[in-house]
């Protein structure tokens, strides 16, 4: 399995304003995923983080609003830019290995836009 | 377009009842099937996975699913649930497609176990 962290845990910010969340697994890993899911709602794709490439996006997401980076294997942000109350949800960041096809979940963050 | 259907949105339980929790899918090729759970306040872990082979897998806390090919469907069953139980538990697929590595989600269920 992997650990996977992120930072920060939880935010409120302010309409207009834009949010780096943090994802750090504790090991290499292949893919990594981010997620948006409200509150006891299923799990909508963000983007798949590609390391070293730009990020896969699906639709009716954007990289303006949703970028994303990915340094390493072990590392990927994501940004919520411009925050409207409707970004306000919680944002899970995932990884997979090669071969093994099961996704390990981060804590999530949870963001309020006021 | 694929997806994951979860037919009780909302199930409450006693304790030592059985449980069966239902998820069907829209894909006509090879996939990789999952059930997570999300106890309150925790993050999504994996509860079990099936890619192949026998179509009964066994997962962590008793929890068994069976996968029926010609039904589409990956339920998901405990003999006997317990108060801990009480979680959001959530279907996904991966359609195994090239190098697809994406899960597509079932909406979840709420249960509830009283004790």
């Known amino acids: 399995s992997a650990v996977i962290s992120q930072k920060p845990s939880r935010d409120i910010c302010q309409r207009g304003t834009s949010l780096t969340i943090q994802c750090q697994v504790d090991?290499?890993?292949?893919?990594m995923f981010w997620y948006r899911q409200q509150p006891g709602q299923s799990l909508t794709l963000i983007a798949t983080a590609n390391q070293g490439s730009e990020a896969t996006y699906e639709s009716g997401f954007v990289i303006d609003k949703f970028p994303i980076s990915r340094p390493n294997l072990t590392f990927s942000t994501l940004t919520v830019s411009n925050m409207s109350p409707e970004d306000s949800s919680i944002y899970l960041c995932?990884?997979?290995?090669?071969?093994?096809?099961?996704?390990?979940f981060g804590p999530g963050t949870r963001l309020t836009v006021t | 377009a694929q997806s994951v259907s979860q037919h009780n949105h909302h199930v409450i339980l006693s304790e030592a009842a059985s449980l069966e929790l239902g998820c069907n899918y829209s894909?006509?090729?090879?996939?990789?099937l999952f059930w997570y759970v999300q106890y309150p306040g925790q993050h999504l872990q994996l509860l079990l996975k099936y890619f192949s082979g026998d179509p009964l897998v066994k997962g962590i806390k008793g929890f068994e699913a069976e996968f029926i090919k010609s039904k589409f469907s990956f339920n998901l069953r405990k003999p006997s649930v317990q108060w801990s139980d009480t979680a959001e538990y959530f279907c996904a697929v991966n359609p195994r497609a090239g190098n697809n590595r994406k899960l597509i989600w079932g909406l979840g269920t709420s249960l509830a176990v009283n004790p």
């Open positions: 090991s290499q890993v292949t893919m």
């Open positions: 894909y006509g090729g090879t996939v990789n």
């Open positions: 995932s990884a997979d290995r090669a071969g093994h096809y099961e996704q390990y």
